[in-house]
Each structure stands twice: as C-alpha cells, then as structure tokens.
Nanobody
Framework: QVQLVESGGGLVQAGGSLRLSCAASGRTFSSLLMGWFRQAPGKEREIVASITNSGVSYYANSVKGRFTISRDNARDTIDLQMNSLKPEDTAVYYC?????????WGQGTQVTVSS
C-alpha cells in the first residue's frame, strides 16, 4: 500500500503557472509507476501525465507542451509543473501510483483557472 499526499493546488489566472507535488510513503517509490489524473465537474477522471520507474513520461494531448511531470526517487516525490494554464484545466488533480495499474490514489487538490 502506498500513501499519497498532494499539494500545490490553488487559484490562478489564465496563462499563469502552478506546480503540484505528490509525496509518497509506504512502498518502494523507485519501482512505482506514477501519474497525475484530473476530474472536472460533470466529467470523468482522465489521465494528465505519467512517469515510469525509469523516467519515461507520457502526456495527454490536451496538456502536451504546457505541463511537465518529474520524479525525485531520493525524496519519494513527483511534481507536475503546469504552465500556460487555461480555464479548461480547472479540475481536482489526483496523484496515483501502482506497479502495473494505478491502485493507490491521493485525496486530490483543487486547481482553478480563471479567465
């Protein structure tokens, strides 16, 4: 089991930036697949970005070129740097972890982008 705690959400104007962080504990972090998901009101949860234990990253088309995912295996953390934010990025952002699939989730952090 992995415990995940997100931080860094908030309110920002369109075009601004935010950095989300996720701290993990309870399992060997370096072996985990890590990801960021988001869920907007009335919509299904969707993947935003992921990073494998070897550092290979994936991005949803909607955030490619604007968001950057990174991991620090020494600190057991992942970050999501979000630039050029748009109102449609408004959602609750969740950190997730697992070996093959995501079976551990954080409590979520709200990101609101005003126009």
């Amino acid at each position: 089991q992995v415990q995940l705690v997100e931080s860094g959400g908030g309110l920002v104007q369109a075009g601004g930036s935010l950095r989300l962080s996720c701290a993990a504990s309870g399992r060997t972090f370096s072996s985990l697949l890590m990801g960021w998901f988001r869920q907007a009101p009335g919509k299904e949860r969707e993947i935003v970005a992921s990073i494998t234990n070897s550092g290979v990253s994936y991005y949803a088309n909607s955030v490619k070129g604007r968001f950057t995912i990174s991991r620090d295996n020494a600190r057991d953390t992942i970050d999501l740097q979000m630039n050029s934010l748009k109102p449609e990025d408004t959602a609750v952002y969740y950190c997730a972890a697992g070996r093959i699939s995501y079976d551990n989730w954080g409590q979520g952090t709200q990101v609101t982008v005003s126009s």
